[in-house]
């Protein structure tokens, strides 16, 4: 086969590419502007928006949580969740602490 006849027909298929019709339901991108600094914004805004929701949700059950009577039962709950959360499960052992000198005094490594 010609190689012209191979570039031409890459040629047309690709001009045949531009000119498809957008997938249902989707328009083409038409908004101007750093596009990168317009998405950051939108999730700011939004972040900022969630935060202060979040906010008000937290003190609502905080202050329900501390007119229950059994607030202290909860709390122990909400701690031990917590823990299992972040990995903090493991029995806390006493901590022992030796001086060895008194301070300024050089004593044993």
Known sequence: MNPTRIVLCIVCLGSLCTWADPLPNTQPLTMKGDLAQQMVEGLHTYLDKRIIEQRDIRQQTWRKLYASSEHETLLKEKRNLLATIIGAV????????????????????
């Open 90 to 109: 493991d029995e806390r052992v006493a901590v022992t602490m030796n001086t060895m000198a008194p301070p300024g005094q050089e004593g044993p490594i």
